[in-house]
């Protein structure tokens, strides 16, 4: 029985490199960087050359970096901590109609405490509309957040072109949510424009439970952790010390890599797309073909449920997802896919195909192999064929 991942976009292994700069911290340097004393302050100088290393890969200042928990803890921080900056209690907010649930969980909370909160519409390419943007935007809005790449249909906002008509219009602070993009786009924050960025450890090679948020100097920030006064009172709580070395040296080697993976991958994307297209009938590919990650695949398929495919996949030995990994609990199609306006037949059974480093060539032919036969065998049984 093969065992081939396809669920990249939820979770990563652990970069080999990167275990190896984490285990120090892990079995010698524990002590915590707090404390004052001289293996405690080794542990600081581990911390701040991590938050350095990571300043310096997206074009920021180490005082404009936060370490926190997880993407979710960032994208939590930035839209928490933006809106009530200085109390503020209410002002107006933009975001999509797509954004991850860290995202529109935290916006639809502000509206019931009484803040404004437009929501984007996209088209059938996952795309926001750039005249829209422009018609939402208000003497009073405060925050524009906006998702660089989706995580379930992989779609690529420009957010340079976003950002610039963001500036131009006033004093609103821009946030991007980058968590599935820094493996293949670049996530300079000069070069973007951007006030604000989360990004996870988990989605690039790195330990699990770490994230980041970038806030520009000048933004003001309200702490949602509060106790210990760590970074530098933003988030409170001990650092965790080898979880941060290894995401520093996650975001290198993925920043290293992301144009030759980009072109690798983007290989097997096509071959994988092309390959269903032409075997399996009645299939549909949820978003654009062109504008979205190298890793990213997302069909549904006429007459099946997804999470039928989904088990008789992993019956077989390949593991695939069905939307994001933190809402594939949910029952009926996600929101992302009712949002790109999938039809009702085909939304059910909408089925998330992510790459990474360690897919090939093999993987997609063997996919390509099986595939077809599942959906056939699966419409045969269904009750919607």
Known sequence: ???????????????????EAMLPYLEDFYANPSALYS???????ALEDARNSVAQVIGASS????????????????IFGIANAGGRTKGHIITTVIEHKSVLEPARALERRGFEVSYLSVDSDGQISIDELRGALRNDTILVAIVYANNEIGTVQNIVEIGREIKNFGGAIFHIDACQAANYLSVDVKELGVDSMSLNSSKIYGPKGVGMLYVRDGVELEPQIIGGGQERGRRSGTENLSGIVGFSKALTVAQELRVEESARLTLLKNQLIDGVISTIPDVHLNGSRHLRLPNNINFSFKGIEGEALLSALDDLGVAVAS?????????????????????????????????????????????????????ETLRKESVFG
């Open 63 to 78: 005082r404009e970096i936060i370490f926190t928990g997880s993407g979710t803890e960032a994208n939590n921080l930035a």
């Open 323 to 375: 939307g994001s990994a933190c809402g594939s609990q949910e029952v009926g199609s996600s929101h992302v896919i009712k949002a790109i306006k999938v039809s009702e037949e085909f939304a059910s059974s909408a089925t998330r195909i992510t790459l990474g480093r360690q897919t090939t060539t093999e993987d997609i032919e063997y996919l390509l192999e099986i595939l077809p036969k599942v959906v």
């Open 39 to 45: 293996v405690g302050q080794l542990a600081k100088n």
């Open 1 to 19: 029985m093969p065992n081939m991942y396809f669920d990249f976009a939820a979770a990563t292994p652990l970069d080999l490199d990167v275990k």
